[in-house]
């Protein structure tokens, strides 16, 4: 059974910098797309960043400008680089990883790691 597993979250002050790492583990299949999405406390869930499996990329406007996804298809890792770190991006982050089986779309998460920016 396909696993996502996560490193690199922790505390850093405003201005800082950290790098997320996924790395999937345990798939046979092709990944489709891989991304980062995150959680704050009493917030929903929302999209950070993906990229295709085409090498597509996508950032919520948020995040435009500071972090970089990028991905390492033999390894079947994704990574986020978060730079100029603000409060606002304190929350927990989670990996994501699709594949597409007819019907439909299959999703794959992490279990989330902390991202903390606080002085």
């Known amino acids: 059974q396909a696993q996502l597993v996560e490193s690199g979250g922790g505390l850093v002050q405003p201005g800082g910098s950290l790098r997320l790492s996924c790395a999937a583990s345990g798939v046979s299949f092709s990944i489709n797309a891989m991304g980062w999405y995150r959680q704050a406390p009493g917030a929903q869930r929302e999209m950070v960043a993906v990229i295709t499996g085409g090498g597509d990329r996508n950032y919520a406007d948020s995040v435009k400008g500071r972090f970089t996804i990028s991905r390492d298809n033999p390894k079947k890792t994704v990574y986020l680089q978060m730079n100029n770190l603000k409060p606002e991006d304190t929350a927990v982050y989670y990996c994501?990883?699709?594949?597409?089986?007819?019907?439909?779309?299959?999703?794959?998460w992490g279990q989330g790691t902390q991202v903390t920016v606080s002085s």
């Open positions: 994501y990883a699709d594949r597409y089986v007819f019907p439909t779309k299959r999703e794959y």
